[in-house]
């Protein structure tokens, strides 16, 4: 058997490795690993098995909730003094948030990605393959699809305090998770599915780890990745997460992160044109174009503000060149648009400027990247800033 036993003892050495445990949150519960990166498992099934203590990987479905733990705070008898009882443990459900942190920053500060979420309310996950995660319309089953322009697209992001996690919600309101059903019996790729568990649990919590660029992978509190696969059906467009083992295949857990909505709490109090024009930061710094690319996203100076025209917005441009260079720094620039469409946008800007076959793109206040503007404009009168390429 694998399991090995749970003892008390006295340890030998002032540091004994044996004797401590790393908490893990999971939803409403925890789990206790060693650092040998084995659980704290409670068995059941018949004797000798049942009511026995071990620390163990569990392998089968069945078993994975064995070394799920509830934490009670302890009762302080009135008779006793609280220092008797003071101690890291009395205050553990509260702690263990910190201290998860405390641990990931320590061991994998160069691991983290959340710095591509904080800014985004919702975004679109595309893959290795160039396609997005689709929320399927049933309301259950997930793919990936090369038009990323629908609703089912895009995916609100939901932060978990104190933790680097987040979660994914759907347009159907239903979270992103990873599931214990094997996509097809035998092979070792789980299903991911839309789901709304009435506890949030760790099946619906990704880790963003950080590649080179933009890169992200997604990883579930088991270790197993998000996947796009590629192939023949039926692993065609499916999603599953899983552990990557053949070289081929190491791409497949690579996603790229377009932001498609910004948290309203970054954006600045309404000031005046000129105000906003003073403070705006230097377009001078070359950005590279991701071509054929499209994002909602208005330009990080799109979050300062002007009182806006009746009947349009001020759209205040730059001209660029093809590396994303400002060639024409045409402070105070704009116009006057009416309408959301990027095609009429695009024609009043030509109109303007002189120029033909413009391309309207907006920065990115995430990676400073300009991208291509291929859907329309965010609504309301919001003055927005663009780079002419």
Known sequence: MTGNKVLQAIPTMKLDSAMEWEPIRDGCQVKLRSLAGKFLCVNGGPPP???SITHDTPLRSATKDWVL?????????????FTDFQSPLLNFPSMLDSLLDAFERSHFPERIGMELFHNAKAVRLRSHHDKYLLAEEDGVSVSQDRDG???????????????HVIRLKSCFGKYLTASNSPFLLGMAGRKVLQTLPTCLDSSVEWEPLKEEGSQIKLKTRYGNFLRANGGLPPWRN?????????TSTQDWILWDVDIVEIRLELLSPTVSPSDSTASEPSLSSSFSIKSLEFSKLESSDSFVCSSPKVGGRNIYYNIADENGDVVEASDGAFITFKGTGIGPLTNELEEETGRKDIVVCSRSPVNGMLYPLRLHLPPGNRTMHVVLV
């Open 149 to 163: 322009s629908s609703k089912n697209a895009s995916w609100t992001i939901e932060f978990v305090e104190r933790s």
């Open 238 to 246: 499916s999603i599953t997460h899983d552990i990557p083992n053949r």
């Open 69 to 81: 733990w509830k934490v009670d705070d302890l009762e302080i008898p009135e008779s006793e003094s």
């Open 49 to 51: 098995w049942r009511s």
